[in-house]
C-alpha cells in the first residue's frame, strides 16, 4: 500500500509539473497572440424563449494559437494572472464596439454582453484606464451618439465582494453614459444578497450549472425560484444560461423568464454567421 501512494504522489508531482510547464507555455505564447492576431471573437445569440427571437448576443473570446482552439476556461486565469488580461480585454471591447457600429449601419444593432475580468478594476489606476478607455475610443470613432446604451457589461459577484466604494462609483458611472451591468454566473461564488441590494447593477445571469439541475429534482428548481422572484423583487432583468434541452426550457418558460442563452438555441458562432442570421431574421 506504501508503494501505490508513493506512485500515486508521484504521479500527482508529474501531474502539476506538466500543467506549471503547459501554463508556462500558454504565458509565452499569450503576450504575442494580440500582435499575431489570434483572437477572435465569436457571438452567442440571446433568445426570447417564447417567440424564438434573438434579442442580444454574449461576445466571447476565441484563441486561435497554432490552428488550435484554446479554451478561454484555461488561458484567461493566465491572462488575469500575468495582467495581460487588461489589453486584452480592450481588444475585446474595441472589437464589440465595432460590431455594434456596423450592425447599426445595418438596421441590425442589438445590444451585445462583454465579458469583464474582475483583475480589470482590481486598483484604482485599472479603474480608471477603464473610463480612460471609453473616452478615448468614443473619440477615436468620432462619435457623437455612442451607442453606450448597445452595451452590457458582465461582472462576477467576486468584485461585489470586494465592496469598494470606487468600485460602486465606477459601476455607477457607467450605468450613468447607458452601459448596463449584468452580473455573471449568478449563485456560484459567495454570493450574498446583500451584495445585490448594495451594487448598481441591472441583470443577473444565472449559472448554466444551476440551469442543468433542473431535471434533478424539485430542490433545485425551488432554488431557481428564490433567484428569480429575489432578482424581481430587486427590479433586476433575468438571463438563464446553459438551456440545453426543451425541459430546461419548459422550466425556464414557467417562471416567465425573457431572456435565455443556451445550445438548445445557438452555440457560439463567428461574426460572419452572427450577422447573417440577424439579417435573415430582420428579413422574415
Ligand atoms: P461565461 O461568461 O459564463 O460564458 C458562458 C460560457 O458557457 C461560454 O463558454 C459558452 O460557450 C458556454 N455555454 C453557453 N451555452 C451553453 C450551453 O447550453 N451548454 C454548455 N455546456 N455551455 C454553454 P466559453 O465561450 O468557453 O467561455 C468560458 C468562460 O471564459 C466565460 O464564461 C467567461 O468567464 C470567460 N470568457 C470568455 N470570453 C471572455 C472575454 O472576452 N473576457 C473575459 N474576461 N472572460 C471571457
Ligand atoms: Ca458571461
Ligand atoms: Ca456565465
Ligand atoms: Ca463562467
Same mark, same amino acid.
Request: glycine residues 10%; without cysteine.
Given at each position: 500500500a506504501k508503494a501505490r501512494g508513493r506512485n500515486c504522489l508521484q504521479f500527482f508531482n508529474q501531474q502539476i509539473q506538466k500543467d506549471a510547464e503547459r501554463n508556462a507555455e500558454l504565458h509565452l505564447y499569450l503576450k504575442t497572440a494580440l500582435a499575431q492576431h489570434e483572437f477572435e471573437l465569436y457571438y452567442q445569440p440571446i433568445v426570447n %424563449? +417564447?417567440? *424564438?427571437?434573438?434579442i442580444k448576443a454574449e461576445v466571447l473570446l476565441r484563441w486561435i494559437h497554432d490552428g488550435k482552439f484554446i479554451s478561454p476556461d484555461e488561458f484567461i486565469p493566465i491572462a488575469e494572472e500575468s495582467g495581460l488580461i487588461v489589453q486584452i480585454g480592450e481588444w475585446v471591447r474595441t472589437q464589440a464596439l465595432t460590431s455594434i457600429l456596423a450592425l447599426q449601419q445595418r438596421q441590425l444593432a442589438i445590444p451585445l454582453s462583454i465579458n469583464v475580468s474582475t483583475i480589470e478594476f482590481w486598483t484604482a489606476d485599472l479603474q480608471q484606464r477603464f473610463l480612460a478607455y471609453f473616452d478615448a475610443i468614443q473619440k477615436q470613432f468620432g462619435l &457623437? &451618439?455612442? %451607442? @453606450? *446604451?448597445?452595451i452590457t457589461l458582465e461582472i462576477t459577484e467576486s468584485l461585489m465582494m470586494k465592496q469598494q466604494k470606487s468600485i460602486n462609483l465606477l459601476l455607477t458611472e457607467l450605468r450613468h453614459r447607458g452601459m448596463k451591468i449584468s452580473v455573471d454566473d +449568478? #449563485?456560484? #461564488? @459567495? *454570493? *450574498?444578497l446583500s451584495y445585490l441590494v448594495n451594487f448598481p447593477v441591472d441583470q443577473i445571469k444565472i449559472d448554466k450549472s444551476f440551469i442543468q439541475k433542473i431535471t434533478s429534482g424539485s430542490r433545485h428548481k425551488a432554488l431557481i425560484e428564490a433567484i428569480v422572484s429575489m432578482s424581481r423583487a430587486l427590479d433586476l432583468s433575468i438571463v438563464a444560461e446553459g438551456v440545453e434541452t426543451q425541459e430546461e426550457l419548459e422550466f425556464i418558460k414557467q417562471q416567465d423568464i425573457q431572456a435565455v442563452q443556451g445550445y438548445h438555441f445557438y452555440r457560439p458562432m463567428p461574426q460572419e454567421a452572427f450577422f447573417d442570421l440577424l439579417a435573415k431574421q430582420a428579413q422574415s
Open positions: %424563449p +417564447f417567440t *424564438s427571437q434573438i &457623437d &451618439d455612442f %451607442p @453606450y *446604451s448597445l +449568478f #449563485g456560484t #461564488g @459567495y *454570493s *450574498s
